[in-house]
């Protein structure tokens, strides 16, 4: 079994560092910062918790709520309902480990 990599959360991004942004939109500047993975959670429908820099897919379990409306007002992009923390998530192939220290994981939260 992989490791899980969310649980409630409506974005996820694992960082390889935590240096600086660029400029431009929120998604440029997370992506210039070279993450190890970033997940939009921003599938339309499916099981997979698409990785943004294509390298980690994750596999979403027990059918969370995709499409649901995103964090940022006046965005298209969308969220992910895990309705139940201990039930609902999204799940990282065991091939991703983060060995280099330190390292960041940054997520936004809906409480």
Same mark, same amino acid.
Do not use: Q
């Given at each position: 079994?992989?490791?899980?990599?969310?649980?409630?959360?409506?974005?996820?991004?694992?960082?390889? !560092?935590?240096?600086?942004?660029?400029?431009?939109?929120?998604?440029?500047?997370?992506?210039?910062?070279?993450?190890?993975?970033?997940?939009? *959670? !921003?599938?339309?429908?499916?099981?997979?918790?698409?990785?943004?820099?294509?390298?980690?897919?994750?596999?979403?379990? !027990?059918?969370?709520?995709?499409?649901?409306?995103?964090?940022?007002?006046?965005?298209? !992009?969308?969220?992910? *309902?895990?309705?139940?923390?201990?039930?609902?998530?999204?799940?990282?192939?065991?091939? *991703?480990?983060?060995?280099?220290?330190?390292?960041?994981?940054?997520?936004?939260?809906?409480?």
């Amino acid at each position: 079994m992989g490791d899980v990599i969310t649980r409630g959360f409506k974005s996820v991004i694992a960082r390889k !560092n935590a240096g600086g942004v660029g400029a431009g939109s929120y998604y440029a500047e997370v992506l210039a910062d070279s993450p190890v993975a970033y997940y939009r *959670l !921003n599938d339309p429908s499916g099981t997979t918790c698409t990785d943004d820099t294509t390298t980690y897919d994750a596999t979403y379990t !027990n059918t969370p709520t995709l499409g649901e409306t995103g964090a940022m007002s006046g965005s298209t !992009n969308k969220a992910v *309902l895990f309705a139940s923390a201990s039930s609902e998530y999204a799940e990282i192939d065991s091939t *991703l480990s983060i060995t280099a220290y330190p390292f960041t994981i940054e997520a936004w939260v809906k409480t």
